[in-house]
């Protein structure tokens, strides 16, 4: 697991090296997982340029894009996969929104305004495996990375830990890596990003004074027990993984031995 060094997403790095319960790696430099990559310097974007990127899958939605810079990409630019995993219909969203935003949130979610950000969270990650939209747009993700001629693929969402997180755990499960391994580099963003994290905290602390940051920093955080959440989500309504990927993600055989062909060792 290489971090890209890019200043601008210190959470950039390559998921090549990781080991598969069989004994096999990771392919290094075929996969890469980041941030958004609007604040990307002169630097990082040479230095991602080296990577010879064919694909950036985007999982972020058109207002999230909107509200940042673009993304920086190297010249010539990889093909751009936008595969938004997002709903503006579910309060849950808006209840996270809302706290980003340094809002009380509420609303259609009261429920989840009581209980605080962390059951916020583990809502988005069990919705991750049961939504419509998400099913299908992780069935996506899949399905273009079984497809040789899009790697190298750089993966990221906004903050690069939530579905940019949940997706790299579905592809790690699909080579074998063992799970401890996959939650260890789901937490590994925790340190990649804590300073921005805190950098983000002191803006918002700024516009609103009296924000508690520890309202704030379950939903910039990744935790274990949102992971944990969308495996037990995937247990109980699709009886094991397997099953989530073949009648959750609908993929077959046939993707799920590209992708190991494409990324294993």
């Known amino acids: 697991m290489r971090g890209l060094g890019l200043e601008g997403a210190p959470n950039a790095r390559d998921?090549?090296?990781?080991?598969?319960?069989?004994?096999?790696t990771v392919r290094e430099?075929?996969?890469?997982?980041?941030?958004?990559?609007g604040r990307l310097t002169d630097s990082d974007v040479a230095r991602l340029g080296k990577l010879g990127l064919r694909t950036v899958v985007d999982l972020r939605d058109a207002s999230e894009s909107a509200f940042g810079p673009p993304d920086r990409l190297p010249d010539p630019p990889p093909h751009v996969a936008a595969l938004p995993i997002f709903d503006s219909r579910h309060p849950v969203f808006t209840y996270v929104s809302a706290v980003l935003l340094g809002r009380d949130g509420g609303g259609d979610y009261a429920a989840l305004a009581e209980e605080g950000t962390p059951g916020a969270m583990t809502a988005i990650y069990r919705w991750f495996v049961t939504g419509e939209i998400a099913r299908a747009r992780f069935g996506q993700a899949v399905r273009l990375l079984a497809d040789p001629d899009r790697l190298p693929a750089l993966v990221h969402c906004t903050v690069g830990k939530d579905r940019t997180g949940w997706l790299t755990a579905i592809v790690l499960t699909i080579l074998g890596v063992r799970r401890d391994d996959i939650e260890a580099d789901y937490l590994a963003t925790n340190a990649a990003a804590a300073q921005v994290?805190?950098?983000?905290?002191?803006?918002m602390r700024r516009v609103r004074p009296d924000l508690d940051p520890e309202h704030v920093r379950p939903v910039l955080e990744a935790r274990s027990p949102y992971l944990a959440a969308a495996y037990a989500e995937v247990d109980r309504v699709y009886g094991g993984f397997d099953g989530y990927l073949r009648h959750g993600l609908g993929l077959d055989d046939r993707v799920l031995d590209a992708l190991r062909a494409n990324l294993l060792d």
Do not use: D, K, P
């Not at 994290?197 to 803006?203: D, F, P, R, V």
């Open 15 to 24: 998921l090549g090296g990781l080991v598969t319960g069989e004994g096999r």
């Open 29 to 37: 430099g075929v996969l890469f997982r980041a941030q958004a990559l």
């Open 197 to 203: 994290n805190e950098q983000i905290l002191a803006a």
